[in-house]
C-alpha cells in the first residue's frame, strides 16, 4: 500500500492574522481529514501536517520530506496560498530527485549477488564434499571465504554493532 503525506500551508501572517489582526485562525482541513480517511479504509499509510498555526519554513517541510518519504504528497490551498503550494511542490520534486539518486546508489544489488554467491559456494562445496571431490572443495572454500570477506564489510557499513554481527557470524561457520 502507498504512503500519503497531506499538507495544509501555513495561514501565518495571512487572512488579518497579521500584527493588527485579533487573532491567528486556524482554518480545519476538513477535504485532507476526508481524504485520509478513505485512504486509510483503503489501507494507506497517511499523515496529515497542518501548518496552519506556525510560520511557513522551507526547511520543515524539506526535513519532513526526506524524513517521511512519501509515495503520494497533497496540498491542499486557498488563492493566497498558493505561493506555498508551488514552493512546496518544488522542494517536493527537488527531494524527490534527491532520494531517488540516493536509492540508484545504494548497493543492495550487489549485496544480494554477494549473498547469492556466499549461499551458491556453500551449496557446491557441500556437494562436493558428497563426492568425496576434496579439489573442488577447496576451489569453493576460496570462494565462500572471498565472498564471506566481502559480505562483512557489507555489514560493517549498515549494523548497528557491527562486532557483535561478525562474532555471531564467525561463531556459525566454525
Known amino acids: 500500500m502507498a504512503k500519503l503525506l497531506l499538507i495544509n500551508p501555513s495561514y501565518y501572517r495571512t487572512y488579518g492574522s ?22 486509510r479504509h483503503a489501507g494507506h499509510e497517511v499523515k496529515i501536517v497542518d501548518m496552519s498555526y506556525r510560520k511557513y519554513d522551507p526547511h520543515f517541510i524539506r526535513s519532513m520530506l526526506r524524513a517521511e518519504q512519501p509515495d503520494v504528497l497533497g496540498i491542499t490551498a ?15 520534486k527537488e ?15 550487489e549485496m544480494s549477488g554477494e549473498l547469492a554467491g556466499l549461499e551458491s559456494s556453500v ?31 557489507r555489514i560493517d557499513q549498515f549494523a548497528v554493532d557491527p562486532k ?5 557470524i564467525h561463531s556459525h561457520s566454525q
Do not use: F
Open 164 to 168: 557483535r554481527v561478525r562474532r555471531a
Open 95 to 109: 527531494v524527490s530527485a534527491e532520494l531517488h539518486a540516493a536509492l540508484k546508489a545504494h548497493p543492495a544489488a
Open 18 to 39: 497579521n500584527e493588527g489582526g485579533l487573532g491567528n485562525p486556524i482554518y480545519p482541513v476538513m477535504a485532507l481529514a476526508c481524504l485520509a480517511a478513505t485512504a
Open 78 to 92: 486557498t488563492t493566497p496560498l498558493a505561493n506555498q503550494m508551488r514552493d512546496i511542490s518544488y522542494i517536493a
Open 123 to 153: 551449496g557446491a562445496m557441500i556437494e562436493a564434499a558428497s563426492r568425496g571431490d576434496e579439489d573442488a572443495v577447496d576451489r569453493h572454500r576460496v570462494i565462500y571465504r572471498e565472498y564471506r570477506i566481502s559480505w562483512l564489510e
